[in-house]
Nanobody, 125 residues
Framework: QVQLRESGGGLVETGGSLTLSCTASGRSFSSKFMGFMGWFRQVPDKEREFVASIHWVGGITDYADSVKGRFTLAKVNAENTMYLHMNGLKADDTAVYFC???????????????WGQGTQVTVFS
């Protein structure tokens, strides 16, 4: 099993920055995890949307077009922690952000096996 815990959400003004963290734990994660960690976001009455993902070992990253150039992924393997640095935030970025872990390089939420509880990001003007 893998447990994921997000933190760092909050209120931020349009154009501002925020960094989300996702810390993984559990026997299945340990130092043997060779999969992908991802961020998704969701607003009420809409499907969960892919934001970005990173390969835990190789560091390959993928970003949704809507966040390219504004959001950056980083990871600290020794701390089992992934970060999402968000700059130039817009009102459309307001959502609950979820951390996920899976074995495939994919933007489909259904292909991720483990999920955190989510953290709210609200961008106001």
């Amino acid at each position: 099993q893998v447990q994921l815990r997000e933190s760092g959400g909050g209120l931020v003004e349009t154009g501002g920055s925020l960094t989300l963290s996702c810390t993984a734990s559990g026997r299945s994660f340990s130092s043997k995890f060779m999969g992908f960690m991802g961020w998704f976001r969701q607003v009420p009455d809409k499907e969960r949307e892919f934001v970005a993902s990173i390969h835990w070992v190789g560091g390959i990253t993928d970003y949704a077009d809507s966040v390219k150039g504004r959001f950056t992924l980083a990871k600290v393997n020794a701390e089992n922690t992934m970060y999402l640095h968000m700059n130039g935030l817009k009102a459309d970025d307001t959502a609950v952000y979820f951390c996920a872990a899976g074995s495939r390089r994919t933007a489909r939420p259904g292909n991720y096996d483990y999920w955190g509880q989510g953290t709210q990001v609200t961008v106001f003007s």
